[in-house]
């Protein structure tokens, strides 16, 4: 039994429980709904630049907020515009560029 004064910590400690798992359900729920969602609008903006600017041959990977760019490209110039539009798009937290310039020659 508790002593004249005392009070029972019990309810507290449930509610202070209750808190931090409905905290980590929102958490697992926002991996697995909403990430891939946000991952699927960052790639469609990213393609849609690249192709606007006339870019096509670029294989787009997101994960999370982080952007890789593969592939083959013409020119050193075409490498920097992609990879210059894609840092400009807002949403992005880091770009990796694995772009390769092979010159297309008519032999």
Same mark, same amino acid.
């Given at each position: 039994?508790?002593?004249? +004064?005392?009070?029972?910590?019990?309810? &507290?400690? &449930? &509610?202070?429980? %209750?808190?931090?798992?409905?905290?980590?359900?929102?958490?697992?729920?926002? $991996?697995?709904? &909403?990430?891939? +969602?946000?991952?699927?609008?960052?790639?469609?903006?990213?393609? +849609?630049?690249? %192709?606007?600017?006339?870019?096509?041959?670029?294989?787009?990977?997101?994960?999370?907020?982080?952007?890789?760019?593969? +592939?083959?490209?013409?020119?050193?110039?075409?490498?920097?515009?992609?990879? $210059?539009?894609?840092?400009?798009?807002?949403? %992005?937290?880091?770009?990796?560029?694995?772009?390769?310039?092979? @010159?297309?020659? @008519?032999?």
């Amino acid at each position: 039994m508790l002593a004249e +004064g005392e009070t029972s910590k019990s309810p &507290l400690t &449930l &509610l202070l429980l %209750i808190g931090i798992l409905v905290i980590a359900t929102l958490v697992v729920i926002s $991996n697995y709904f &909403l990430r891939p +969602g946000l991952e699927l609008s960052i790639k469609d903006e990213v393609h +849609g630049g690249l %192709i606007d600017s006339g870019i096509k041959t670029v294989k787009v990977s997101v994960e999370g907020r982080n952007v890789l760019l593969e +592939g083959f490209i013409p020119t050193h110039e075409d490498r920097k515009r992609a990879e $210059n539009i894609v840092n400009n798009i807002s949403g %992005i937290s880091q770009v990796k560029s694995q772009l390769v310039v092979k @010159n297309q020659t @008519n032999d």
